[in-house]
Nanobody, 117 residues
Framework: QVQLVTSGGGLVQPGGSLRLSCVASTSEFWVYEMAWYRQCPDKERELVAEIDSSSRTIVVDSVKGRFDISRDNAKLTVYLQMNSLRPDDSAVYFC???????????WGQGTQVTVSA
């Protein structure tokens, strides 16, 4: 069982920045593929970005050039740097860890990001 503790959400003005962090409770963090998802009210949960164990990344088109995902295996942490935030980025953001050996997914508790003037 892997627990994920997410932090860094909050209220920010349009054009501002936030950095989300997600700390995993596993010393084998390096084998996990990590991702950030978000869910807006009345919408499906959607992938935002993911990073594999070799730090190769995928960022979806809607946030490409504004968001960046990274990981620090020594700190058991994955980050989502969000720049040039827009009101439609407002959502609950979830950290996800996928065990590359079993395929099992673990979800964090979610953190609210609100972009508003």
């Amino acid at each position: 069982q892997v627990q994920l503790v997410t932090s860094g959400g909050g209220l920010v003005q349009p054009g501002g920045s936030l950095r989300l962090s997600c700390v995993a409770s596993t010393s084998e963090f390096w084998v996990y593929e990590m991702a950030w998802y978000r869910q807006c009210p009345d919408k499906e949960r959607e992938l935002v970005a993911e990073i594999d164990s070799s730090s190769r990344t995928i960022v979806v088109d809607s946030v490409k050039g504004r968001f960046d995902i990274s990981r620090d295996n020594a700190k058991l942490t994955v980050y989502l740097q969000m720049n040039s935030l827009r009101p439609d980025d407002s959502a609950v953001y979830f950290c996800v860890a996928r065990d590359s050996r079993s395929g099992y997914h673990y979800w964090g508790q979610g953190t609210q990001v609100t972009v508003s003037a």
